[in-house]
């Protein structure tokens, strides 16, 4: 994950402990943002469906919401075929590769898939590097959307290794890149099936952590994906709108500990207070009620784009930007955990 400085919550504007300026592109209804698909229109159909899903949820407040049966034996399987490709920084081959992998998972369970490219700089020699945000999208015609998102690009090099050799030993980012990404993978295989009344994207950032040393810029995909958004609202091309969005970053490393991000608790607090009553409602125990360390990752582009977002992470992983994130220091009992909060809240929008 990207930028994870210990700041205050009113320092919500920086990648670097600088004010981070918001976006200054009008935001035409706050709080929202748009699923990325053109010519969707709002249908009766959708509006009575939410109707009746709102009088069920009021006649039956305690109920635990239904979550989705997230395998997580098979999620870790997807987080090892993520890093036996090797290092996945922006524009690598084997960050192409990745991508390739998730389109094909995304389509064969019923997504419309497309890619969103942009350009970005190499921090250290000034050149073009080439990246692709990967959209996957259930339920296309419904024009209220969530977001479910995680960064699939890793860290250059470990570079919170002081011992020099240990800074040339191969990133493989298990948790820091490849645990969200596995996660909607599996996340895939439910969608069809599960009771929302909501459009689903899952979507994969690329360049959240295009950075040497400190030097570059972060999440570089989700700031292009909250550009392309108030675009096609400018334009009039599309009018589905976002409703919410949660970011995955970090979710598999083993004795999860999920705490409440203060960014997120300022930007979208009601939108932490859904999930983690889902989770309260599950007895998932990974998800903790004291407020954890603030972190500047892709959550923050999107709530400063209109996108009330939220950072689900486990900024306690011992191994963050370190030689050993690797395969064997996640865990897939963590995966389940988060995908059955994800889903649960899911069924309940």
């Not at 981070?20 to 969707?40: A, D, M």
């Not at 999208?137 to 090099?157: K, L």
């Not at 004291?290 to 999107?302: C, I, K, M, S, W």
């Amino acid at each position: 994950m990207s930028a994870m400085i210990q700041v205050t919550p009113g320092e919500l504007n920086s990648t670097s402990g600088k004010p981070l300026e918001r976006t200054k592109i009008p935001v035409q209804h706050p709080g929202h943002g748009f699923g990325g698909l053109k010519n969707r229109n709002y249908s009766m159909n959708l509006k009575q469906e939410r109707l009746a899903s709102d009088s069920q949820a009021r006649l039956r407040p305690n109920l635990a919401p239904t979550p989705a049966p997230i395998n997580g034996a098979r999620a870790y399987g997807y987080l090892n075929q993520i890093t036996e490709l090797g290092p996945r920084p922006a524009g690598s081959a084997a960050n192409t590769l990745q991508r390739q992998l998730v389109t094909q998972q995304f389509a064969r369970n019923g997504a419309v898939v497309r890619e969103q490219p942009f350009t970005g700089v190499d921090p250290l020699s000034g050149a073009k590097v080439e990246m692709a945000n990967l959209v996957g999208s259930w339920h296309p015609e419904r024009t209220e959307r969530v977001v479910i998102a995680a960064h699939y690009d890793t860290r250059p090099f470990p570079d919170r290794e002081t011992d020099p050799n240990l800074r040339q030993v191969p990133y493989l980012g298990a948790n820091d890149g490849a645990s969200g990404v596995a996660l909607l993978m599996e996340l895939a295989n439910q969608l069809e099936n599960l009771p929302t009344t909501v459009g689903v994207d899952l979507v994969l950032f690329d360049g959240e952590e295009l950075v040497y040393n400190e030097k570059g810029e972060y999440f570089l995909g989700s700031k292009e994906f909250v550009r392309d958004y108030h675009e096609g609202i400018e334009q009039g091309t599309n009018t589905d709108r976002y409703k919410s969005a949660i970011v995955l970053d970090m979710v598999g490393g083993k004795n999860l500990q999920i705490k409440k991000e203060p960014y997120s608790l300022q930007q979208a607090p009601t939108l932490v207070q859904d999930v983690w009553k889902v989770a309260r409602r599950l007895k998932v125990s990974a998800f903790r009620n004291n407020v954890g360390r603030a972190v500047l990752d892709d959550h923050v582009a999107l709530s400063n784009g209109g996108i009330p977002a939220i950072d689900v992470i486990d900024f306690d992983y011992p191994y963050w930007h370190k030689a050993q994130d690797r395969p064997e220091n996640c865990s897939p009992a963590s995966l389940r955990q988060v995908g059955r909060v994800v889903t649960g809240w899911l069924a309940k929008n």
